[in-house]
């Protein structure tokens, strides 16, 4: 039986795959047998002289019972801040219409601001607050046009 070991550093793929590795007590040589490459290229792995293939990768991970994402990313490298996890929560309570919308407006904004990247133009300056009105001002409408006036009469 073996325990889980949570580190609050980030890891490199190297360091993730000697704690799976240890977590197992396993050998380098079982590691090997377990993906069927050589020990030494384990060896190369663990001390962060090489990478492994995709193929490689693929099998470790499912040595590891891991998935490849968590080998190779660190916990939030991948995906959204906080502040937008909660903005796509709320997204998943919109009919699939609505869905659309926010998918081609994201799509919209990724495309800008990779041509913004390429261009090397400059990120625009954050857009000001809406200015609050003063209280007890009111909006004055527009005079009606002189015929729609007449008319009325």
Same mark, same amino acid.
């Given at each position: ?41 384990? &060896? ?13 990768? &693929? ?57 913004? &990247? ?14 609050? &009105? ?20």
């Amino acid at each position: 039986m073996h325990t889980a070991t949570f580190v609050l550093c980030p890891m490199s793929l190297s360091a993730r795959l000697i704690q799976l590795r240890r977590e197992r007590d396993w050998t380098q040589q079982d590691v090997a047998e377990q993906v069927g490459l050589h020990v030494n290229q384990i &060896k190369r792995y663990e001390a962060g002289a090489a990478q492994p293939s995709l193929e490689g990768l &693929k099998k470790l991970a499912v040595a590891f019972s891991r998935s490849t994402d968590w080998l190779l990313f660190e916990d939030a490298e991948r995906g959204p801040d906080e502040e937008l996890r909660l903005q796509f929560e709320a997204v998943n309570q919109l009919n699939s219409e609505e869905k659309e919308v926010a998918r081609a407006v994201l799509e919209g904004l990724v495309l800008k601001h990779i041509s913004r &990247k390429w261009s090397g133009a400059p990120a625009p300056a954050p857009a000001p607050p809406l200015a609050a &009105k003063p209280a007890g001002t009111t909006t004055r409408a527009k005079p009606a046009s002189r015929r729609a006036t007449a008319a009325a009469r």
